[in-house]
């Protein structure tokens, strides 16, 4: 079985990304089950930097292919961010408990596409001998009225798609893998792996 690290300690994403990947006959490992405890600084100013930058330093640590990805939401009425800066908006450690009523706050009095948002993810892969790929994908919704939900992460409960009728936190983890930008681009990554890997 061929091992793949993925740069997340985030127990979430490595059950999606595993469901994602499932059936290629590799072991996609966290950074914590590869036992690396290394502390990257992501300090490009793109998805795809930051991605490929975690992804770099996960190869130069095993020798094993590396994935990573960087995504974050963009909501309208906050000029498009928080962006890249979505996992340490309002501090590194604060809780999505926190970030979220406070989201939920800041549109307050703001209706229809003044509430528009989506979510925008890159992917990179890594491989020993120097080659790098990426991909992209944006998923869009709108900012709800109100947090609903348990599944998912992050901005999930306040991250409502109208088709559905509900937000991310409400949708099972097939539904969400099926349309999510997390899901799309890694199975556009996914055809990468499957061309250039094994």
Known sequence: ??????????????????????????????????????????????????????ARE???????????????????????????YSARYL????????KNPIILEKLKGKTGDERAARYVCAAALCLPDGREFTTRAVFDGEIAYEAKGSNGFGYDPIFYI????KTTAEMSPEEKNEISHRGKAFRQLREIIEKEVY
Not at 17 to 32: C, D, F, H, N, V
Not at 91 to 98: A, M
Request: overall charge negative; proline content about 3%; aromatic content about 6%.
């Open 162 to 165: 109208p088709s559905f009728g």
């Open 91 to 98: 501090g590194e450690d604060t809780s999505y408990d926190i």
């Open 1 to 54: 079985m061929k091992e793949m690290i993925f740069a997340t300690g985030n127990a979430g994403k490595v059950r999606e990304i595993q469901e994602i990947l499932a059936g290629l006959g590799i072991t996609i490992k966290s950074m914590k089950e590869a036992g690396i405890k290394a502390d990257i600084v992501e300090d490009g100013t793109t998805y795809e930097e930051n991605s490929l930058i975690k």
């Open 58 to 84: 996960l190869v130069r640590l095993t020798g094993l292919p590396a994935i990573a990805d960087d995504s974050g939401i963009e909501i309208k009425a906050m000029d498009w961010g928080p962006g890249i």
